[in-house]
Nanobody, 117 residues
């Protein structure tokens, strides 16, 4: 397993935008599935978005149309572009990669996103 590092979180007003980044070794290989998750307080960590090794993306209904997941091999990052943010989006966001070898990551420390006016 490899480590990932999430970044880009912060405080943003409702309706605002934010870009989260996940530094992951597997991004440049184009052989890994990658996903973003979030955890609100002590609740179960929930899936937010996934992008396959082929670039096919899927989203949770709660964020569909507002969030965009993408890979940036040049920067070795998995990004999550968030817009039209709502207070209910407030959570600790995590990324994880899936697959064989370097595609298999551990959980990172996450990055906190707080949406508040």
């Amino acid at each position: 397993q490899v480590q990932v590092v999430e970044s880009g979180g912060g405080l943003v007003q409702p309706g605002g935008s934010l870009r989260l980044s996940c530094t992951a070794p597997g991004v440049t290989s184009n052989a890994c599935g990658m996903a973003w998750y979030r955890q609100i307080a002590d609740n179960q960590r929930e899936w937010v978005s996934y992008i396959s090794d082929a670039g096919v993306t899927t989203y949770a209904d709660s964020v569909k149309g507002r969030f965009t997941i993408s890979k940036n091999p040049a920067r070795n990052t998995l990004d999550l572009y968030m817009s039209s943010l709502k207070p209910e989006d407030t959570a600790m966001y995590f990324c994880r990669t899936f697959g064989i070898g370097l595609c298999t990551s551990t959980w990172g420390r996450g990055t906190q996103v707080t949406v508040s006016s």
